[in-house]
């Protein structure tokens, strides 16, 4: 009876191991990177700085010809090359700080919904084409939001 039993559990094993099983299907999750950034309150405050000394920076241009001396002219050109290079190093250091909390909080929400892929998908430069895709992009800002409490 032992052996009848051994036989039958082996051949239920090959069964098994016989049947066709679908492969695990790959789950993905999308991400609108702009619409993230857009919506983070530094990003926010750092257009509304940046309008506020543009806006006082246009309103210290002389209005005429006549008011504007080759000494304005240069100094106007000096404080705008200068300008540009802090709101440069100002816009390259937040978006390279952004994307890591993007990345991080990405790969905290494909864990928390079992995602095996993320893809980044934005208006400008569509990272991958992709028929489907869970939109995770609102789970990314609400960690994000946890993330700073």
């Known amino acids: 009876m032992n052996r009848a039993l051994i036989i039958a559990g082996l051949l239920g094993l090959a069964a098994v191991g016989c049947g066709k099983s679908e492969p695990p299907k790959m789950t993905v999750g999308v991400v609108d990177t702009e619409r993230v950034v857009q919506e983070m309150p530094e990003f926010r405050d750092m257009n509304l700085t940046w309008a506020a000394d543009t806006g006082t920076f246009l309103s210290s241009i002389p209005r005429t010809p006549e008011e504007m001396s080759k000494k304005k002219a240069d100094e106007l050109n000096n404080r705008i090359a200068s300008s ?66």
């Open 84 to 149: 540009s290079k802090i709101w440069q190093a100002r816009s390259s250091k937040f978006y390279q700080d952004a994307w890591g909390r993007i990345s991080k909080a990405g790969e905290e929400v494909a864990k928390e919904r079992g995602l095996d892929m993320i893809v980044i998908d934005t208006v400008h430069m569509p990272s991958v084409q992709y028929t489907s895709g869970q939109n995770i992009t609102t789970d990314i800002l609400i960690q994000l939001s946890h993330d700073k409490k």
